[in-house]
């Protein structure tokens, strides 16, 4: 493992080297489930490493526990029952795809190192609902902190670049960590609450320039209660429009985030806003890609644009994909598995498709 | 457009820099007790024009602090000034004197700028 150096180690973060324990994302796997599967092809294949996605895993209740519907002692346990998976299958680096479960996961682990009470209670728990046994984790990384941790290993092997092919400059890069990964628990993020450099890093790294903008760290507007209540949806969309029109006059290319929630609501309230305002945040009134960290690592790898899923966000990724220039047929955009056509989605009514 | 049964609420971003804010220190002059304001909103639920309208003291004092005179004037303009807000200030806060005041330093500032 890579110790901390001596300066700014406040900032930094210890991250396992190898053999880790995958903990999938609720979000992710139904929204982007291709995401998923690239990192851990980005992992077995580009990287060489020893990674498990465990088909017993399950929920980590975070968004039940954020709305305030399950109670702690539940999430700990359930939480625990995920740790004992790891346990049985003889791991000890722990790397959740969501950053709300990395956040609850850290929550979780801090309670049980101050109150070790609360860890026997846990233990107790879970013995008596499933007679299963757990470790505690040596280490938990988030996924984006082990991409950031490889970034020099994947650029040796990157087939583009984060260049505009057209005019030879710097893609410009709207960095969104999600509130989650730092903003609570600091020491477990990369860079910090202040300096979160997870994702700024991957830019730089890979030829990108990163926009500092006014609302930079403003949270993304999932807010969980702000979102499942239809009526309070408008404290939701109203943060993300805060955002973007924050960002409109610096003009990104893209938006790169590391939590799966605020990935699919900075792609999914642009359909809001141009529906709604009629108002899109680029000149070709297409929006503003938003991709995650693994969906930009493996488009940069040079893997299949739909084999990343990319089809499957909201605002269509072909404009920056022309800008790297990237090569894809538009055909494949919607085939299944065996090259058949599937029925396209229905277009929105104002945002450019 | 589209209605999804939730709208988008507009950023109270305030910008310093194209914004006029004399026009408190000149009423903190004039209406000594204005100083005193805690914003407890006791005028607001005493209001008889509030019973009837979407009167606000309370808005009146955040939209004047904030230097929204256009918002502010036509909520000034539903006071009927009965000075029961006066009656129940716990800080003595001389309000009717108060709104009687921006009416004027609001007139004031639109001439001038005319």
Same mark, same amino acid.
């Given at each position: ?7 700014w $180690? ?5 991250i ?6 995958? *903990? ?6 139904s929204f ?8 851990l $092809?980005?992992?077995?294949? $580009? ?7 465990? +088909?017993?895993q ?9 709305t ?7 999430t +700990?346990?359930?939480? *625990? ?5 790891m ?15 990395? /956040? ?5 682990l ?17 013995? !008596?609902?499933?007679?299963r ?5 040596? $280490? ?6 082990i991409?950031?941790?490889?970034r020099?290993?994947?650029? !040796?092997q ?8 057209h005019?030879?400059?710097?893609l ?5 960590? /999600? ?10 993020g990369?860079g910090? *609450? ?11 790294s890979?030829? /990108?320039?990163?926009?500092?903008y006014?609302e ?11 979102y ?17 029109e ?11 985030t ?15 806003i *141009? ?9 070709e ?7 995650s ?7 940069l790898? /040079?893997?299949?644009p739909?084999?990343?899923?990319l ?6 990724c ?8 990237? +090569?894809y047929?538009?055909?494949?955009k919607?085939?299944?598995?065996n ?10 009514d104002?945002?450019?498709? | ?22 026009l ?19 005028c ?11 009167f ?12 929204k005179?256009?918002?502010?004037e036509?909520e ?22 108060m709104?009687?005041?921006?009416r ?10 005319e």
């Amino acid at each position: 493992m890579e110790l901390k150096k001596r300066f700014w $180690n406040e900032y930094q973060k210890e991250i396992a080297d190898d053999h880790y324990f995958y *903990a999938r994302s609720c979000i992710r796997q139904s929204f982007n489930p291709g995401a998923e599967a690239m990192f851990l $092809n980005i992992m077995k294949d $580009n990287l060489h490493k020893d990674i498990i996605d465990e +088909a017993n895993q399950h929920t980590c209740t975070g968004i039940g526990y954020h709305t305030d519907i399950v109670p702690f002692y539940t999430t +700990a346990t359930i939480m *625990a029952r995920l740790f004992s998976l790891m346990t049985e299958a003889g791991y000890k680096n722990y790397v959740p795809s969501c950053v709300t479960s990395f /956040g609850l996961y850290v929550e979780v682990l801090e309670t049980w190192k101050h109150d070790p009470e609360t860890l026997e209670k846990t233990r107790e728990y879970l013995y !008596k609902a499933c007679k299963r046994e757990f470790e505690l984790p040596e $280490n938990i990384a988030h996924s984006s902190d082990i991409i950031y941790k490889f970034r020099n290993e994947l650029k !040796k092997q990157m087939k583009y670049q984060l260049i505009n092919k057209h005019t030879g400059q710097p893609l410009r890069g709207v960095e969104h960590v /999600g509130c989650h990964y730092a903003k609570v628990f600091p020491a477990f993020g990369e860079g910090g *609450a202040e300096f979160p450099y997870v994702l700024a890093g991957l830019i730089e790294s890979w030829g /990108g320039e990163v926009i500092d903008y006014p609302e930079r760290r403003h949270c993304c507007g999932f807010g969980f209660r702000n979102y499942l209540v239809l009526t309070n949806r408008s404290y939701s969309v109203s943060n993300t429009y805060k955002k973007l029109e924050s960002m409109e006059p610096y003009q990104p290319d893209f938006i790169l985030t590391n939590c799966p929630g605020c990935n699919m609501f900075l792609d999914r309230w642009q359909y809001t806003i *141009a529906e709604t305002q009629h108002k899109t945040y680029d000149a070709e009134g297409k929006g503003i890609p938003v991709l995650s960290h693994e969906e930009l690592a493996a488009l940069l790898l /040079g893997y299949d644009p739909w084999k990343i899923g990319l089809q499957m966000h909201q605002v269509q990724c072909e404009s920056l994909m022309d800008k790297i220039g990237i +090569a894809y047929n538009p055909d494949e955009k919607y085939a299944d598995i065996n090259g058949n056509q599937l029925t396209p989605p229905d277009k929105p009514d104002f945002l450019k498709i | 457009m589209k209605d999804f049964g939730y709208s988008i609420s507009k950023g109270r971003t305030l910008n310093y820099d194209n914004s006029d804010f004399s026009l408190k220190k000149t009423l903190e002059h004039d209406v000594v007790s204005y100083c005193r304001c805690i914003g407890c909103g006791a005028c607001a639920s005493t209001c008889s024009a509030a019973k009837f309208t979407d009167f606000s003291i309370f808005k009146c004092n955040m939209l004047f602090r904030n230097a929204k005179y256009d918002e502010l004037e036509q909520e000034l303009s539903k006071c009927m000034l009965c000075g029961k807000c006066t009656l129940v200030c716990p800080r003595g806060v001389n309000t009717r004197g108060m709104i009687l005041e921006m009416r004027n330093l609001i007139e004031k500032n639109k001439n001038n700028n005319e």
